[in-house]
């Protein structure tokens, strides 16, 4: 089982959509958890971090299942703009482990 | 302010040679990571240094290593490269070794012919 695994792209949406993305994670240690988005050709780029009690930002809103061993994010009122590879990351002890991303396309 | 700097952005060289890249940190940030990242996948942990001392290494071979300097920059050298090692390799850095919150710099592409 991969580190960090999330679901398998393309999601096309339409403008205005919402779209949720999910990452599951196999170790149990793992001490805190981030959402970064990665533009076509660009260096990822800090997202949002992933509290337990879950968090929003706007129109994005984090989700941590520590039991599950699961994390999601949710976008809501999709613009062009979000249009993006979204990558889940997990902390353990000392590194950062990024999924594989999920690639988000929004369309007029 | 200045971002973080990588250098070169492009670059070319051929199975066997070796290369070395270059990374400024973002002023203040003493810890800098560095990332491979193939097409399709996501970046993948290489090394971390903070304070000039290495604090963590990926499952990488030994023909790659890395510095960092009295200034905070670093190098990651690979020696004897493969067709396999082209990628899109990714500097990052932060104030804290432990921190998920990563500034990356724009990355250097290597291509290995």
């Known amino acids: 089982r991969k580190e960090v695994e999330q679901d398998p792209g393309p999601f096309n949406v339409p403008e205005g959509a919402t779209v949720a993305f999910n990452c599951t994670y196999s170790n149990s240690a793992s001490q805190s958890f981030f959402w970064y988005r990665q533009d076509c050709r660009k260096e990822p780029k800090l997202l949002m971090s992933?509290?337990?009690s879950g968090n929003e930002d706007g129109r994005f809103t984090a989700q941590l299942n520590r039991a599950s061993q699961y994390i999601s994010l949710l976008i809501r009122d999709s613009k062009l703009s979000d249009s993006a590879t979204y990558l889940c990351?997990?902390?353990?002890?000392?590194?950062?482990?990024f999924g594989k991303g999920t690639m988000l396309l929004v369309s007029p | 302010d200045a971002g973080v700097t990588q250098s070169p952005t492009h670059l070319i060289k051929t199975r066997g040679q070796q290369v070395t890249l270059r990374c400024s940190p973002i002023?203040?940030?003493?810890?800098v990571s560095w990332y491979q990242q193939v097409l399709g996948q996501g970046p993948q942990f290489i090394f971390q240094y903070y304070e000039k001392e290495e604090r963590g290494r990926g499952n990488f071979p030994d023909r790659f290593s890395a510095r960092q300097f009295p200034n905070y920059s670093s190098e990651l050298n690979v020696n004897a490269l493969l067709l396999g090692d082209s990628a899109l390799y990714l500097c990052?850095?932060?104030?804290?070794?432990?921190?998920?919150?990563?500034?990356f710099g724009s990355g250097t592409q290597l291509s290995v012919l």
């Open positions: 992933v509290y337990s």
């Open positions: 990052a850095s932060s104030l804290a070794p432990n921190s998920g919150k990563l500034f």
């Open positions: 002023s203040g940030h003493k810890s």
């Open positions: 990351v997990v902390k353990g002890y000392s590194t950062l482990t």
